[in-house]
């Protein structure tokens, strides 16, 4: 589960002892969205809910100055369901 959060969200590698990207790193608190930095490459993750929330989130980040790239790997909770047919 994500941090005090419904649903699950695997495959980030931010548990000790997972392997990924960010291996042997752990939630630092129960927020939202967390910020990873590596050589100056942000990785958002978390639950959020509604997708003007990520977008606006995914701004910020690359308003950052040294910021090379953002990868935004954050989920809305409330997404609606697709139309397709």
Known sequence: ????????????GLFPMASGPFSGYESAG???IHII???GRVSLLGMI????????AEMRAREVPGTFG??????VENAPKSTRR
């Open 70 to 75: 953002v990868e935004n790997n954050l989920i």
């Open 37 to 39: 930095v590596r050589n």
């Open 30 to 32: 129960d927020y939202p």
């Open 1 to 12: 589960m994500l941090w005090g959060h419904r649903h699950p969200f695997t495959g980030t």
């Open 49 to 56: 809910d509604n997708e003007g929330d990520k977008v606006i």
